[in-house]
């Protein structure tokens, strides 16, 4: 099993920046991708952003990209989400995911392991 904590999370203003933090423990050297993905009230769970472990690629859903950027740090067993210019749509919770595959994909049955979740809310 991979556990994931997320972090970063937190109330900003419409323009503004955030930073999450994903960090995973457990059996990591099962885990190939990791990702985010975000739900917002009353909405389906829907892809944002992920990267493959081992070689960095990454993708990201066509309207993040530009706005945000995901990364790891390797040694530190944690990916990152950077978002800018945040919009009031943007307000989600955004959970961390990770995958035994390289590249699973956007659909969220693809991916094996999750974290909790952290609250993102912009404010107009």
């Known amino acids: 099993q991979v556990q994931l904590v997320e972090s970063g999370g937190g109330l900003v203003q419409a323009g503004d920046s955030l930073k999450l933090s994903c960090t995973a423990s457990?059996?990591?050297?099962?885990?190939?991708?990791m990702g985010w993905f975000r739900q917002a009230p009353g909405k389906e769970r829907e892809f944002v952003a992920a990267?493959?472990?081992?070689?960095?690629?990454?993708w990201y859903r066509d309207s993040m990209k530009g706005r945000f950027t995901i990364s790891r740090d390797n040694a530190k067993n944690t990916v990152y989400l950077q978002m800018s210019s945040l919009k009031p749509e943007d307000a989600a919770i955004y959970y961390c995911?990770?995958?035994?595959?390289?590249?699973?994909?956007?659909?969220?049955?693809?991916?094996?392991?999750w974290g909790q979740g952290t609250q993102v809310t912009v404010s107009s």
């Open positions: 457990g059996r990591t050297d099962s885990r190939n991708a």
């Open positions: 990267i493959s472990w081992s070689i960095g690629y990454t």
């Open positions: 995911a990770a995958a035994r595959i390289a590249v699973p994909g956007e659909q969220w049955t693809n991916w094996d392991y």
